[in-house]
Structures are given as C-alpha cells and as structure tokens.
C-alpha cells in the first residue's frame, strides 16, 4: 500500500482532506492557500506532505485545532515557513489493518 515508511502495520485507515498554507516566521498571514488529501490513520501526520512543502517537516498536533478536527504544524526552518495541515473532512474507508 506504500505506507511501509509511517505506517505500523494496524488501525483503520480514512479518507483525509486537509486546509494547507504557510506563514512566514513572525507573521499570521496564511500564504499559498491549497487542499491536499490522503487516506491514512486519522491522528497521523499528513502523508505525502514533501510534495507540496518540497522539505522534511517534523510535525506537531495543535491542542487548538480551531475549525478543524485536527491540525498539523511544523518549521520549515531552511525556507523560515510554518507549515499548517488542518483536517476540514473525515471519511472512513471501512478498511482497518490488524497488526499479525
């Protein structure tokens, strides 16, 4: 399924659509605004992130995830953005992967 690299093997797996822009380090103007989906385990970091911060990123899980389910950020500290990934959709695929 290509999720080898994050995935542990168990847990049921959604169909995710996330809000995503940046900000500027010192500023709160969301830049770059655009949609990305996934499907992967709901409180799991966005899978496939690289494509759209073209950076590693390590990610956190805001305890204040405002009008989202969930909400990612993490530094791109090479480019000095703060990356954003908030959950606006949540679907269950009905797949859950139990762990042999």
Known sequence: ????????????????????WYCDVGSKEKKDRQSHKDTFPEHYTPDNYEAITKNEINFEKLANSKDYKL?????????RKRWYFGIKKLEPTGIEIISL
């Open 1 to 20: 399924m290509g999720y080898e690299k994050k995935f542990p093997g168990y847990g049921k797996l959604y169909n995710r659509l996330f809000d995503v």
């Open 71 to 79: 909400l990612f950020s993490g530094l791109d500290n090479k480019n």
